[in-house]
């Protein structure tokens, strides 16, 4: 391992070059976050705001620390001094913020979030002591936003591939006891214990033995794969190679999803720089140990994150799942030993062999052993990626590290594990996050996927939603899942119509059991969760769609009407002239009034209504008094 | 099959040895080179995999990313995950028809743009999202989506 000796002391050498530099430094979170708010528009300003006043600084391209909702996020730190975090980040305030902290040394403690590393700014707190982020423990996620994923020596410098070197110089056999110490569980959401799962397919007989990383990545509403990827490739590359040298592996493929081009364009690079370092390929720091790996891209279907449809995948077939036994451990990829473990645990492991299987096992729960990356998202004011502790409540996730609905809107429900996940209703919020503690309650680990509703989303419509999802993603193959989720689909469409009878609920419950039992996979098997859990703590939003023909939320579109308070129109004419269905009649200074056989409930009366009149209402089960035509406006004009 | 069709697709084929394994990387190609995929593409790919056409069709219907008819210039992605679902992104979806005046799915007339719905684009912390042709619109408004059709 003299070989990687090397390696590290040139990494870390340039890694201290850049921290201590006599230039100040500029760190812009580019990945897909950051780019879709603008950063790529930030970072030209920067550029060409530095030229303007000669002035030279670093520019460092990293990841996403986490924080989305305060994407683009830029940080500026000066020679000596910690990292300062800017957010919300526009071109517009660049010129000024350059001016102000680089030439006139005023750190702006009013646009900073909070400072990054050693040492103190007046006025300014430290970033991890935040609300959003002091309750989190950050293993797996500790690097993304503070390295160059681009650059290998950047990783190696905060201990990569030291991991990799460890586990070379033990026999594979004591690397799966280690993962096994650690109490390291799936990170793709079923939670199988992967030392175990890294046991079978070692014993396993055969010469040729593969391992895949699974990054197909599906679940709606789930980013943790996209983030670490474009934020800390090596990171999943190192667990990878570990796994392959315990299990016996000489070829690794890495599934990913096409939707996500910049975390394949950084994986592709990062696997010509561990080529380039003798960190893949054969004789791998000259331990005699050789594996390769290589990445195919999915293209679209939702059912490939399931591994006998992923590995029909990729060689070349219909994704589509098969029975099991044998498992894929027993004969998987071209009918060869295969081990598949998704891009969370892999890093989880490149972690656990770098610090210890002690360390790591002291973080977390007693069954549920670690740390969550979490994708929160939905109605929560700090929407972004978490990474906490098992064990850690609900409560402490939404209200404390997501700061709670937005708009003061109450919390209505939390949605964990996607489409085969379920609702948790605002009774759960003190459940310990954990594989047991979720599964009871009606919902699942996942992937990490987590949605908040509040009071504005019906229930029923996003458990239609899902089904929705499911329905057009089932492959076909079982009955039960191809037919059944069509029929429950059926029928929440029919009661998000008010056409629903009230035997439907007893109905949807009966077809969840049997498209339960009656499927191969685990889509068909927890298709039904997003209706099963919503039915059991939210019954009484079902029994009010069916029976009153209301949407309490007033989102199902048949069951809501909109109406022109008589006592606040002014009869200015706006949503006259933008209704779509000429459904309102009216005339300057006349009360407008809603046609309601010709009203299509687009809401677009609602949005154009001046909020100084507010005159526009939406109501679910109730009629409000209007007059039948337009009538002269008799209430004097609103001050403007 | 057109020389000019042939020769493109000749020049995807060569850096293949013909496995099965290959089948839906070189239809990812085949469309990234044509924009979707011609029925004497797909002909042309079975034959060099040795492949009955049959099973080529069947892949290339089964995985939503491949295409069998010409689409637009420029593909609008609206997304349809759940956080984009509970942040209105439905009504993102009714405008972006409006505006367009096709359905997801559909083309417009002058081949210009192209409407699809995508499952989820994982931008979901700044939902509702669009994407049009690579470029990742986040916290999306009805009145945005002009501004990014233009």
Known sequence: MAAFDEIGKRARAEWEALEHSDKPRIYIGTATCGRASGALTVLEAIKSELARHDIEAIITQVGCIGLCYAEPLVDIAKPGRPRICYGSVTPEIIPQLIEDYLINDNPRPDLALGTIGDGDVEGIPKLFELPMLKPQVRIVLRNCGIIDPENINHYIAQGGYSGLVRALGMKPEEVIEEVKRSGLRGRGGAGFPTGRKWEFCRKSPGKVKYLICNADEGDPGAFMNRSLLEGDPHFVLEGMLIGAYAIGATEGYIYIRAEYPLAIERLELALRQVAEYGLVGDNILGSGFGFHIKIKQGAGAFVCGEETALMASIEGKRGMPRSRPPFPAQSGLWGKPTNINNVGTWSHVSAILQRGSNWYAGHGSEKSKGTKVFALAGKVNHTGLIEVPMGITLREIIYGIGGGPPNGKRFKAVQTGGPSGGFLSADLLNLPVGYEELTEAGSIMGSGGMIVLDEDNCIVDTARFFLTFTQAESCGKCVPCRLGTKQMLDILEDITKGKGKLEDIDLLEDLARDIVVGSLCALGGTAPNPVLSSIRYFRDEYEAHIKDKRCPALVCSELVSYYILPDKCQGCGMCLRDCPSDAISGGKRMIHVIDQSKCIKCGTCLDVCPTRFNAVVKVSGEEVAVPSKPVPVTSPKSKQ | ?150
């Open chain 2, 1 to 150: 099959m057109e020389t000019n069709i042939k020769e493109l697709l000749d020049d995807i084929l060569t850096g293949y040895d013909g496995e099965r394994g290959d089948l839906i990387p070189i239809l990812q190609q085949a469309q990234e080179r044509f924009g979707y995929l011609p029925v004497e593409v797909m002909r042309a790919i079975a034959k060099f995999l040795r492949l009955p056409e049959s099973d080529v069709f069947g892949v290339a219907t089964f995985y939503t990313q491949f295409k069998l008819t010409p689409v637009g210039k420029k593909i609008v992605r609206v997304c349809r995950g759940t956080a984009c679902h509970v942040r209105g992104g439905v009504r993102i979806l009714r405008e972006v028809e409006k505006q367009l005046g096709i359905k997801p799915g559909e083309t417009t007339d002058d081949l210009e743009y192209s409407l699809e719905t995508i499952a989820c684009f994982g931008s979901c912390a700044l939902a509702p999202v669009v994407v049009v042709d690579k470029t990742v619109y986040g916290r999306m408004t009805t009145k945005k989506v002009a501004e990014i059709l233009r």
